[in-house]
């Protein structure tokens, strides 16, 4: 007798209701106008309502009211979003897709028996070393010398790649060069030599951001200074959250909040400052993450307040003098968790227009997802590759040698695209290019 598999169609009963679980009443806000179809990247791409904001929001209305089960089917579909916001950015009706999103996953992930492999080995992966401040320290340190030995050159000349599976290939591939200095959280890192600071301001120094762009935390920190700020990056700092948050570990999300929490208002700070959008969106929602916790609520709301992008934070002020010309052409792209959840669009671009000499010209579509979407190009690179090509096709046509951005995952995502179609040019943050304009200007020591 052959071996009859279990359907595809168990329900998981009763559970999709649980803590933490999507209320019905926020997906019912949706009144299904349609307005969000076109936003959205993969809905463009495929053309299915199962794949738009819509189609999704139907079905977590449908499994909260127990009408269908968690079928591999329906966690697929949820599973392909990209978590962008763009839908959410453009909803009349004030849907928090975002959330509703999160919450959902973290209803499949809570199971397990449903939930696709790639959640199941991200919240492994996740809490294993970004939970962990010093276990990552020692995967960095193994991936350096994996990649400083020659092995790595070895093994991408070899056929042998080919066997790993395929989302650990997809990283590889992605791997950015380990820095031989990371960025160390240590306390005060700089100061105005020339009288007592203006602000004093935190700098949330994120998980991998020391390791593979220390450059842009020591640039912000310079600029930051510049500014009239006294600058302390709090050692006792963890990782964010928003990539447990993306994968339905909210469990852990919330764990990493409440610390971050401690340590940044220890510190007494009139600002928290990041250069990542994606950091950015889950500290400015740590409020929303904790309101039910009564020992937490007002404090994680108090923190958001506090937390700015370094864009945002920098034109907010008169910009200190001594730019020097940069003749460069560049265009600006958008990171999603920067403008579509938190809203800053102008902030760049000024900043990018205040450097002499810098040309900015706009790409068509720059609110785009350029399909890096946190883990999201290492789960999904046939859909990443997609937004990539139309991303790497706006950015030719504009003719710029740099394309400016303000977050990890998108730079990682446009240097990766830089290289697979041939263009010339680099990738940089916002705040590197200030900077360079600044120390341009400075007088040789
Ligand atoms: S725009 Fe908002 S209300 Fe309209 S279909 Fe999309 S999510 Fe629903
Ligand atoms: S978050 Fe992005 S990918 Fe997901 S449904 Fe909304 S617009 Fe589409």
């Given at each position: 007798m052959s071996k009859v598999s279990e359907p595809e169609t168990t329900p998981i009963q009763g559970r999709f209701g649980g803590p933490d679980g999507p209320a019905l009443q926020d997906i019912l806000r949706c009144v299904h106008c349609g307005l969000c179809l076109n936003h959205c990247p993969t809905y463009r791409e495929l053309g299915l309502e199962t794949e738009s904001p819509r189609g999704r929001l139907y079905l977590m209305r449908a499994l909260s009211q127990g009408r269908i089960p968690v079928s591999q089917s329906v966690v697929r579909h949820l599973d392909l979003c990209l978590q962008c916001r763009n839908c959410e950015a453009v909803c009349p009706s004030g849907v928090r897709y975002g959330q509703l999103m999160e919450e959902s996953r973290a209803q499949i992930l809570r199971d397990?028996?449903?939930?696709?492999a790639s959640w199941l080995a991200s919240r492994f992966v996740l809490r294993l070393f970004f939970s962990n401040p010093q276990r990552l320290r020692h995967l960095m340190a193994t991936l350096r010398l994996y990649q400083r030995s020659g092995f790595q050159g070895l093994l991408r000349r070899s056929r042998h790649l080919s066997v790993l599976p395929g989302p650990w290939r997809n990283l590889e591939q992605l791997l950015p060069p380990i820095s031989a200095h990371p960025f160390t959280a240590r306390g005060v890192v700089g100061s105005p030599?020339?009288?007592?600071?203006r602000f004093r301001v935190a700098l949330l120094s994120g998980c991998m951001m020391p390791y593979i762009y220390d450059r842009v935390h020591e640039a912000t920190v310079r600029v930051l200074v510049r500014h009239g700020c006294e600058v302390v990056v709090p050692s006792e700092q963890v990782c964010c959250g928003a990539l447990h948050l993306h994968s339905g570990d909210r469990q852990e999300a919330k764990r990493l909040a409440r610390r971050n929490i401690d340590v940044f208002l220890a510190e007494n700070v009139d600002a928290i400052i990041t250069n990542v959008a994606g950091c950015g969106a889950a500290t400015k929602e740590y409020g929303e993450l904790l309101k039910d916790d009564p020992r937490y609520a007002e404090r994680a709301t108090r923190f958001s307040a506090l937390v700015k992008d370094v864009t945002e934070f920098l034109a907010d002020l008169p910009l200190s003098d001594g730019l020097s010309p940069l003749h460069q052409v560049v265009t600006y792209q958008d990171p999603c968790h920067l403008l579509h959840v938190q809203g800053v669009k102008s902030q760049p671009r000024a900043l990018l227009q205040a450097i002499p000499g810098l040309e900015l010209v706009e790409m068509s579509h720059p609110d785009q997802c350029c399909g890096s979407g946190g883990l999201y190009n290492i789960i999904h690179p046939r859909m990443a590759d997609r937004l990539l090509r139309h991303k790497m096709r706006d950015v030719a046509a504009t003719g710029a040698h740099v394309i400016a951005t303000a977050n990890v995952g998108c730079a990682l995502q446009l240097e990766a695209g830089l290289r697979r179609y041939g263009l010339a040019g680099r990738v940089a943050h916002v705040v590197e290019l200030l900077d360079e304009s600044y120390r341009n200007a400075a007088p040789a020591d």
């Open positions: 397990g028996r449903r939930a696709p030599a020339d009288g007592p600071p």
